[in-house]
């Protein structure tokens, strides 16, 4: 019998290493344009200020380049830190020190992976759950645990049976317009969660990327900012859906006793996210309205959500769907398919979704998928939902 060299080297933690559909997805519709993709949650490029970016950009090279192409602060550059926590924190009493720029707040999930998680550790997760968390914890190989969730946050009753039950170390959540579901947590049961992982002493993840996209431009507090034990709460955020992916920039609100382990393990990852992008994005937000500039983002995002959702009523009324609050997605299920035999017969049409159970610890028999609606323009969408269309007609007929 021949050996597997690359599975004889590999450390066994490897095994819970597992690939993004979505990247998988990504790949395909960049390398094919006929394709039309409702998976990635893409912002829309019209959206960037470009004219700005073109400034921030010449003087980061010109007047920064001593700064902006050397090595930099593990934590991120002082000054872009200073603008986080002014104008994208919620949270009371957090100072400069407390806020570490990271690649993406994805880098921000798997060093608190690394840090919190290992074979002994209980994880709770919402249910549905974004994938990206799913990635970065799974290595770690922690016991994860689903958790019920309402339109309007978790199952309560839930909550309090597993909290009972179980010693939870972490819960990771994602209150605000939640990837893949859409659901946001009322500021009731931000309250009441707060209160609950306060009382059983849990270390909260909370996964603010979608904050700043309501479309009415409601600002939801943090579940963090009403604990007593703020020691016991992480918040992740990110400039990727309200700027660009491409400066690959995000940034965690680290209480004090963990802020020097966790510098220390972003050393070991990357000595500093990108110092470029980041004196880049600091003279870009120091020259924009940032204020404006969100608003015209929310505006846009409602108007192309309103247009899909009205697509979804004209052309395939028997698919259900909860009406989001903001963000970048709906979450539709399709009744009587099944994920797959669907997923592989939009893929013939050439149009792809994220099948539902991509975002789950335990598949589910009823047929969910992941639509985006920031980056298709108005006639991409209706011939895209056209083709889903004769798919899902031509199944259940």
Known sequence: METNFVNLYLAERTREIRSSAIRDILKITVSDSEFLSFAGGLPNPSLLPTDLLDMATEFAIRSMRDVAFQYGESEGYKALREIVREQFVSERGIDDRSICITSGSQQGLDILGKL?????????????????ALQAFSPYRPNLISLTMEVDGPNLDALRKILSEKKVHC?????????????TWSVAKRKEVASLLDEHEVILIEDEAYLFLDFTGTLYPSIASFRKKRDLSFV??????ILSPGFRLGWVSVPKPYQNIFIATKQGNDLNSNQFSQIVL????????IQKHVQKVQSFY?????????????????????NPLGGMFLWVE???????????????KKVVMVPGNEFRLEPSEVAFFRMNFSFLRETEMEDGVRRIQDVYRDIIT
């Open 116 to 132: 919190l998680m290992d074979q002994k550790t209980n994880v709770l997760l919402e249910n549905p759950v974004y994938l990206g």
């Open 236 to 241: 992740l955020g990110s400039f990727s859906k």
């Open 334 to 348: 399709f009744p009587h398919v099944s994920e797959t035999e669907m997923m592989r017969k939009i893929m013939e």
């Open 302 to 322: 409602a108007h192309q959500k309103d247009y899909l959702v009205g697509l979804l009523k004209q052309y395939l009324p028997e698919v259900k769907f909860q």
């Open 282 to 289: 600091y003279h870009l937000l120091l020259h924009m309205d």
């Open 171 to 183: 819960f990771y959540a994602n209150p605000s317009y939640q990837n893949p579901s859409t659901c």
